[in-house]
Every structure is written in C-alpha cells, then in structure tokens.
C-alpha cells in the first residue's frame, strides 16, 4: 500500500469513527454557538457605552474608536492606546483560553471513542473542569508566546518579520498534540512539559503526521474539483434548457455539500489526531484503524538509525 492510499484509508477509518460517535459532530457546532454567546460579553459593553448615540449609529462606534485608539491615514492602520492595548491583549488571552478548554473537552470525548467508550458533549466539558489548573497555565505560557511573537513582528523589518513568522508556525507545529496532552496527563500542570511532550510526539509521528495531512488536504482539492465540474455541467444545462433554475438549485446543492465536506474534513483530522497520538504514547492502534496503516514511518525511521 502506498502512503498516500494509506493516508486515504486513515481517513476514512477517521469517518468511521464519527459515524458511530456522531455526537462528535455535534462539539465542534456547540462549541461555535457558546463562542458566540462569549463573544458577545466582550461586544456588549462596547455597543452600550453611553456615547450619547445609539449603537446603530457609526458616530457611536466613532467614539468608541477614539477612546480605545486612533486610526493613521498615511499608515492606514489603527494604532491603539493603553487601553486599546489592554483591551486586545484581554481578549486575545480569554480567546486562547476559550479554544483550549473547548480543545480538550472535545478531544478527550475523542479519544474516549477511539477507546471505545461512550461520547458526551457535556462529558466533554465536565472532564475540562477537571483540567482547569493545566489549561489555564498553558493559556497564559502560549498566549504570551503569542503576543511576543505578534510584538517582534510589528517591530522589525520585512526579513525579519518572515524570520519571526518561520518562527510562529515552528512554534504552532510543535504544539500539535499539546492539547491531547493535557488531556491524558493528570499528575501535573507544566506548560513545558506539555510542550515538551508535543515534540517528543511530533517526532516519532512525524512522518504519518505529514502523510496523513497531505492526504486529508488531497481529499479535499478533488472534492473541490469535481464539485467545480458539477457547477460547470449545471451552467451548461442551464443554457440548453434555457432556464437560471438549474443553476441556482445546483449552486445551493454545490454550497451546502461543500460546508458539510469541509466540516467532515474538519473534524475527521482532530480524529485521526488522536489516534496518532495514541499509538505514538502508547503503541496502541485504535479501533478502526489498523497496525499496518500507522507502522511504516516508525519502521522506516528505526531503519535509518540501525544504518
């Protein structure tokens, strides 16, 4: 079996796994909902400010522009001031917060399925309570991180913003399986060792890790492209029977499959994550995937090294 076929069969291994754990499918929608929920205690505040305008008003949203900073037209950006300042950095980290905790609670309902265990949303959120103190310290280790990185990029110039940018995504590979991590390491709370922990993985996986993306990324190119030649047979039906009809209910059909791939993609990635993870911590294959799907790349790396 070549890599890439192999890459194809995780997947749909990982599609297996949502179709008998489909309340999977339903964390990532919940999780969208209570995010903008969230989103809105950050808004609120702003949109009520007592201005002397109503919220609908663009000379409401004016002054509160100016209080928070202001706005450059020969650099055409913002510039924000201590209290924009503050303001962003809040909730940048409470957006790190958010995304870790969601993270964690659905990916330890996955790899409960991936044990064969039952799946439950609020399972999910229970156990992440469990795992406050972790996720909170590497909340703040990553976000600092963050803004440090986001801090030298603004200050340097054009190669060194594309060093600093190398840096940030070496930084975002090795955090990958952080978030498994956390969930399968109850003894303590250490960023770094969570850090730590994710490169280890990252190394010994490496190899499936990038199959397995280019694969999944693959899938998702050729569905877009036959989902293009739909379109294009649709166009030309359309000018045959001379009617818009059939176009506008292909475009409909086309868009809704497209959301509903991309989304299954989505989620059928974080699956196939875990899974990885499993298997690289714990030499362990997970139901449904299979040993020689996952094998190949520790086989060839413990080639080289015994060369």
Not at 17 to 42: D, G, Q, W, Y
């Amino acid at each position: 079996m070549s890599k890439f076929q192999r890459s194809w069969a995780l997947f749909k291994c990982s599609l297996r796994v949502l179709r008998e754990n489909p309340k999977l499918l339903l964390f990532p929608i919940v999780v969208s909902i209570l995010t903008c929920v969230i989103a809105l205690f950050f808004i609120a505040p702003l949109a009520f400010w007592n201005t002397g305008h109503t919220f609908l008003e663009a000379e409401h949203w004016k002054i509160v522009g100016n209080h928070l900073g202001s706005w450059s037209e020969r650099t055409g950006g913002a510039h924000p001031n201590m209290l924009g300042l503050a303001a962003l950095a809040a909730v940048y980290m409470v957006s790190v917060f958010l995304a870790t905790f969601f993270n964690v609670a659905f990916y330890n309902e996955i790899l409960h399925a991936l044990n064969g265990q039952s799946v439950s949303v609020r399972g999910g959120f229970r156990f992440a309570l469990t795992r406050l103190r972790a996720i909170v310290m590497w909340s703040l280790f990553t976000g600092l991180v963050g803004l440090a990185i986001k801090s030298l990029e603004e200050r340097v110039g054009w190669l060194g913003r594309w060093i600093v940018r190398l840096v940030g995504i070496a930084w975002s590979v090795a955090c990958v399986f952080v978030v498994p991590a956390i969930v399968r390491q109850e003894n303590h709370a250490n960023p770094l060792r969570f850090l730590k922990s994710s490169a280890a993985v990252l190394r010994k996986a490496w190899g499936e890790s990038l199959i397995g993306y280019v694969g999944l990324q693959f899938g998702g190119w050729l569905a877009l492209g036959i989902s293009v030649v739909f379109l294009g047979l649709a166009i030309f039906l359309s000018v045959v029977l001379q009617t818009i009809w059939v176009v506008v209910i292909a475009g409909v059909v086309w868009l809704a499959g497209l959301i509903v791939f991309v989304y299954l993609l989505g989620v059928a990635g974080q699956v196939y994550r875990c899974a990885l993870y499993i298997y690289a911590t714990e030499g362990v294959v997970p139901e449904p995937f299979e040993t020689d799907q996952m094998e190949l790349a520790w086989k060839v790396k413990a080639a080289r090294k015994a060369r």
